[in-house]
């Protein structure tokens, strides 16, 4: 649904929002393979919201150097 990396030097984010195995979307962000922000959402507008945030974060982190490491996902 959506997935992209990110890097910067040694330091990598990786962010995914994905369908739950139960129901609703799971959404997950690693920095440096450790996940720092894990969060289920069942109602779609906030998925919609939360992909928002995650694509203006990702702009602005490009904008101060990190640089795409995987191609962003978006369905």
């Given amino acids: 649904m959506f997935s ?3 890097r910067q030097a ?12 139960i129901s609703g979307w799971d959404l997950t ?3 440096d393979l450790r996940p720092i922000r894990q969060v289920h959402y069942d109602d779609w507008h906030r998925v ?8 203006l974060e990702v702009k602005e982190l490009t904008a ?3 640089r795409v490491e995987s ?5």
């Fill in 10 to 21: 040694e330091h990598t984010r990786k962010y995914r929002v994905s369908p739950s195995d």
């Fill in 64 to 66: 101060k150097g990190w």
């Fill in 71 to 75: 191609a962003p996902v978006s369905r």
């Fill in 29 to 31: 962000l690693l920095e």
């Fill in 48 to 55: 919609e919201r939360a992909v928002a945030t995650l694509q």
């Fill in 4 to 6: 992209i990396a990110l």
